[in-house]
């Protein structure tokens, strides 16, 4: 069995417009390092963080908490000291938080033999989230660990559907340099929405399944339409309906807000049609003289992997 692993922990796109904490997808050349190490003394240290100024205690850093909370279950007779090399920025909307609360359970599992299942790294990784967000969800949490597009059918008990991807999709994101908190950006939703926008909703939902299942890219793009959160959370960023507009106008599938944002995601059919989309966001937020970081990526259909 090893001592050490090195793994690459990929950003998330989670919500994917109408699936509010149950629907998201898996991104592919956007992600984390992380290098897990045993150590004879118990517990977890964070002994490295490259990348952004995070903290180092491991019961304030959420791959800490994620971590211990695993070896609490586990109660190895040894520990782990983790590095992280930290390339999505906090904050960004792209599934940060989850990345390293992800990232650190797996490592840790593979090192222990891997006695937990993805649903139950996913249980642990959600306390680590926890910390960031303020509430225990799996969104980001589960296409890290599973790979492609996933459904978030329980957190109580965890269920998590891996939905199939089409060949073609592609994802464009865009980040603008400004920052979101996920708990501002959930306070801001209301605690109440009218019957016929919940149905309108999950009908959107039940449709981007399908969509998925069948490889139908008409259906997917008319179900990527959120009425419940985008209408508040949008305000939070620059030119948001600009974004939106134009993309769809030159042909992306659908356009919304990644996570809690700033990011922006489009979805695309074929690399082309993508990289028109990236082109078409850099010119409105480059025109704003808003500084944002864009990427183009395929769906990654694995999710965390082992350098």
Same mark, same amino acid.
């Given at each position: 069995?090893?001592?050490?692993?090195?793994?690459?922990?990929?950003?998330?796109?989670?919500?994917?417009?109408?699936?509010?904490?149950? $629907?998201?997808?898996?991104?592919? %050349?956007? =992600?984390? !390092?992380?290098? @897990?190490? #045993?150590?004879?003394?118990? /517990?977890?240290? &964070?002994?490295?963080?490259?990348?952004?100024?995070?903290?180092?205690?491991?019961?304030?850093?959420?791959?800490?908490?994620?971590?211990?909370?695993? $070896?609490?279950?586990?109660?190895? %007779?040894? =520990?782990? !000291?983790?590095? @992280?090399? #930290?390339?999505?920025?906090? /904050?960004?909307? &792209?599934?940060?938080?989850?990345?390293?609360?992800?990232?650190?359970?797996?490592?840790?599992?593979?090192?222990?033999?891997?006695?937990?299942?993805?649903?139950?790294?996913?249980?642990?990784?959600?306390?680590? !989230?926890?910390?960031?967000?303020?509430?225990?969800?799996?969104?980001?949490?589960?296409?890290?660990?599973?790979?492609?597009?996933?459904?978030?059918?329980?957190?109580?008990?965890?269920?998590?559907?891996?939905?199939?991807?089409?060949?073609?999709?592609?994802?464009?994101?865009?980040?603008? !340099?400004?920052?979101?908190?996920?708990?501002?950006?959930?306070?801001?939703?209301?605690?109440?929405?009218?019957?016929?926008?919940?149905?309108?909703?999950?009908?959107?939902?039940?449709?981007?399944?399908?969509?998925?299942?069948?490889?139908?890219?008409?259906?997917?793009?008319?179900?990527?339409?959120?009425?419940?959160?985008?209408?508040?959370?949008?305000?939070?960023?620059?030119?948001?309906?600009?974004?939106?507009?134009?993309?769809?106008?030159?042909?992306?599938?659908?356009?919304?807000?990644?996570?809690?944002?700033?990011?922006?995601?489009?979805?695309?059919?074929?690399?082309?049609?993508?990289?028109?989309?990236?082109?078409?966001?850099?010119?409105?937020?480059?025109?704003?003289?808003?500084?944002?970081?864009?990427?183009?990526?395929?769906?990654?259909?694995?999710?965390?992997?082992?350098?």
């Amino acid at each position: 069995m090893r001592n050490e692993i090195k793994i690459f922990s990929p950003a998330t796109v989670a919500n994917v417009s109408c699936g509010f904490d149950v $629907l998201g997808f898996c991104l592919d %050349n956007i =992600g984390d !390092e992380m290098i @897990i190490k #045993k150590t004879p003394q118990k /517990g977890i240290r &964070i002994t490295k963080i490259e990348g952004y100024d995070l903290p180092l205690n491991p019961l304030e850093n959420v791959a800490g908490v994620s971590a211990l909370a695993l $070896l609490e279950e586990a109660k190895p %007779n040894f =520990g782990f !000291e983790i590095e @992280i090399y #930290k390339k999505i920025k906090p /904050g960004s909307g &792209i599934g940060s938080s989850s990345a390293s609360a992800s990232g650190s359970v797996f490592a840790i599992n593979e090192l222990l033999g891997k006695p937990y299942n993805t649903h139950q790294l996913t249980a642990f990784a959600m306390k680590g !989230e926890a910390l960031a967000s303020g509430a225990e969800h799996a969104d980001n949490i589960a296409p890290a660990l599973f790979g492609g597009f996933t459904l978030v059918k329980s957190c109580n008990p965890i269920s998590i559907l891996k939905l199939p991807t089409p060949a073609a999709l592609y994802a464009t994101i865009i980040h603008p !340099e400004i920052e979101i908190k996920t708990r501002h950006a959930r306070s801001i939703l209301p605690d109440q929405i009218p019957l016929k926008t919940a149905i309108t909703q999950w009908a959107n939902v039940g449709s981007l399944v399908h969509a998925l299942h069948t490889n139908n890219y008409q259906l997917l793009s008319s179900a990527l339409q959120d009425v419940v959160i985008e209408p508040y959370r949008k305000t939070l960023i620059p030119h948001f309906d600009t974004v939106k507009k134009q993309t769809l106008r030159i042909g992306a599938l659908g356009c919304g807000i990644s996570g809690s944002g700033p990011s922006v995601f489009a979805l695309s059919e074929g690399l082309e049609m993508a990289k028109n989309v990236e082109k078409v966001m850099r010119d409105i937020y480059f025109r704003a003289g808003i500084t944002f970081t864009t990427y183009v990526s395929k769906i990654n259909p694995t999710g965390i992997k082992i350098l």
